[in-house]
């Protein structure tokens, strides 16, 4: 084969072969094919879009391009969540636990936070002495032991998706939505999970800005994941303010466990509910989301969720004391309130901005050799649809820097008030 016939044919609109597809992603993997003959087939399929066929073989050549999870010996059906990143999402630190406690395999790969959304695993490393590097081995003893496991990815997951979305970063070919399909879903598919609950952000916070865009890539994901023996679902969610009430690694994970007791936000109670819902449908233990809903809502009522988080992040080398006693997380030194320039309803938060202004103050990375501090981020004291008089706090820093001015003028533009009353948001749009 030659790489000019594959970009002629996507070029002109044709549908390729899986034969052709796979021999790209081997060859361009292999050095084989330039950098600039793969810019030319990433701004084909940017202008002529896939088919569901061709995005999923994309997406299964990719995964096949390195290290693949075998997890068959864990018994059940295994189910895995995927969020499209967020601002103040820690979803994942309650699903576990829920889904775990319906006696549901969660075996899950998560990444490190980098820019203005969080990572997994930073969130869990604020319990003192908590491992994520676990060989597979251990890994699959201790979801077939506790029904629930978080590991790093490997670095050598998918690494044709990473060499091509390198190359779409610097080639303005990120916004692609087959593109995105098969990166998001070439991950899910190396890690080895039967079933696939997706959770599509949308709003200032998400990398799909627009509803429609985030229904395309929902249905887009959803279609790759079926067609390749995985059943999926897409759950699309409001990220036009940040989830909850803290953005913050350790200020998250409080959030998490006051969630697990019963005494979450709303906001983030409810996304909470309704993936879990649709993960014990997918998990087999309910027949619909009403039904597995009734199921989530027994296991934290009954205290099962929050026993089932205390045994994983002990089984995983963490404090479960912090679960009992959240105090013990640790603590920034100062806080700083963040207060309101004018009395009205708050009609706007730029959640991407939330989020860098978390990261400004270390909670999150720059770059990938950035060092995270677990204690720091932003409590938001009031939220969209929300009234505040003029002189009363947004937001509350919790810092371990003396100066934060630069930071709270970030969280004063980030914030949008109006003298009408303003509605709160939808938080679900739709489910795929």
Same mark, same amino acid.
């Given at each position: 084969?030659?790489m000019?016939?594959?970009?002629?044919?996507?070029?002109?609109?044709?549908?390729?072969?899986?034969?052709?597809?796979?021999?790209?992603?081997?060859?361009?993997?292999?050095?084989?094919?330039?950098?600039?003959?793969?810019?030319?087939?990433?701004?084909?399929?940017y202008?002529?879009?896939?088919?569901?066929d061709?995005?999923?073989?994309?997406?299964?050549a990719?995964?096949?391009?390195?290290?693949?999870?075998?997890?068959?010996?864990?018994?059940?059906?295994?189910v895995?969540?995927?969020?499209?990143?967020?601002?103040?999402d820690?979803?994942?630190l309650?699903?576990?636990?829920?889904?775990?406690?319906?006696d549901?395999?969660?075996?899950?790969?998560?990444?490190?936070?980098?820019g203005?959304?969080?990572?997994?695993?930073?969130?869990?490393?604020s319990?003192?002495?908590?491992?994520?590097?676990?060989e597979?081995?251990?890994?699959?003893?201790?979801?077939?032991? *506790?029904?629930?496991?978080?590991?790093?990815?490997?670095?050598?997951?998918?690494?044709?998706?990473?060499?091509?979305?390198?190359?779409?970063?610097?080639?303005?070919?990120v916004?692609?939505?087959?593109?995105?399909?098969? &990166?998001?879903?070439?991950?899910?598919?190396?890690a080895?999970?039967?079933?696939?609950?997706?959770?599509?952000?949308?709003?200032?916070?998400?990398f799909?800005?627009?509803?429609?865009?985030?229904?395309?890539?929902?249905?887009?994901?959803?279609?790759?994941?079926?067609?390749?023996?995985?059943?999926?679902?897409?759950?699309?969610? *409001?990220?036009d303010?940040?989830?909850?009430?803290?953005?913050? *690694?350790?200020?998250?994970?409080?959030?998490?466990?006051?969630?697990?007791?019963?005494?979450?936000?709303?906001?983030?109670?409810?996304? &909470?509910?309704?993936l879990?819902?649709?993960?014990?449908?997918?998990?087999?233990?309910?027949?619909?989301?009403?039904?597995?809903?009734?199921?989530?809502e027994?296991?934290?009522?009954?205290?099962?969720?929050?026993?089932?988080?205390k045994q994983?992040?002990?089984?995983?080398?963490g404090?479960?004391?912090?679960?009992?006693h959240? &105090?013990?997380?640790?603590?920034?030194?100062?806080?700083?309130?963040?207060?309101?320039?004018?009395?009205?309803?708050?009609?706007?938060?730029?959640a991407?901005?939330?989020?860098?202004?978390?990261?400004?103050?270390?909670?999150?990375?720059?770059?990938?050799?950035?060092?995270?501090?677990?204690?720091?981020g932003?409590?938001?004291k009031?939220?969209?649809?929300?009234?505040?008089?003029?002189?009363?706090?947004?937001a509350?820093?919790?810092?371990?820097?003396?100066?934060?001015?630069?930071?709270?003028e970030?969280?004063?533009?980030?914030?949008?008030?109006?003298?009408?009353?303003?509605e709160?948001?939808?938080?679900?749009?739709?489910?795929i």
């Open positions: 084969m030659r000019v016939d594959i970009i002629t044919k996507k070029r002109d609109g044709l549908e390729l072969a899986e034969e052709e597809i796979r021999w790209f992603v081997n060859a361009y993997s292999n050095g084989d094919v330039p950098d600039y003959q793969a810019s030319a087939f990433a701004m084909a399929v202008f002529q879009g896939m088919t569901q061709e995005a999923a073989a994309l997406t299964y990719m995964a096949e391009s390195g290290d693949q999870l075998d997890l068959s010996e864990i018994e059940g059906i295994k895995d969540k995927h969020s499209t990143g967020g601002v103040g820690k979803t994942t309650i699903l576990g636990p829920i889904v775990a406690a319906l549901i395999p969660v075996a899950k790969m998560s990444g490190r936070g980098l203005h959304t969080g990572g997994t695993i930073d969130k869990l490393e319990f003192q002495g908590f491992q994520t590097e676990i597979q081995d251990e890994f699959i003893r201790l979801v077939n032991e *506790n029904k629930l496991a978080v590991a790093g990815q490997s670095g050598n997951l998918t690494p044709a998706d990473k060499k091509l979305y390198a190359l779409r970063d610097v080639t303005a070919t916004n692609s939505i087959p593109l995105i399909a098969s &990166s998001v879903m070439s991950k899910k598919i190396a080895g999970a039967d079933a696939i609950v997706l959770d599509v952000k949308t709003g200032s916070g998400a799909m800005a627009e509803l429609e865009e985030a229904k395309d890539l929902a249905r887009a994901m959803v279609e790759i994941g079926n067609s390749l023996n995985r059943k999926t679902m897409a759950v699309i969610s *409001n990220m303010q940040p989830l909850g009430r803290f953005v913050g *690694n350790a200020l998250e994970v409080k959030e998490a466990i006051e969630t697990l007791q019963g005494n979450g936000p709303q906001d983030l109670h409810e996304l &909470s509910l309704t879990a819902s649709h993960m014990a449908v997918l998990g087999g233990k309910a027949s619909d989301e009403k039904e597995g809903r009734a199921l989530v027994k296991v934290m009522q009954d205290n099962a969720a929050l026993e089932k988080m994983f992040v002990q089984s995983q080398g404090d479960p004391a912090a679960v009992d959240p &105090s013990l997380l640790s603590t920034a030194e100062q806080q700083t309130d963040v207060l309101a320039a004018d009395s009205g309803y708050i009609a706007a938060i730029h991407a901005q939330i989020g860098k202004a978390a990261m400004m103050l270390g909670a999150g990375r720059a770059t990938k050799d950035d060092i995270i501090d677990h204690a720091v932003i409590e938001l009031a939220k969209i649809g929300d009234y505040v008089e003029k002189g009363e706090p947004l509350v820093l919790h810092a371990n820097q003396k100066d934060t001015k630069h930071i709270e970030m969280i004063l533009q980030a914030y949008s008030t109006s003298k009408e009353k303003v709160k948001p939808e938080l679900i749009f739709a489910a």
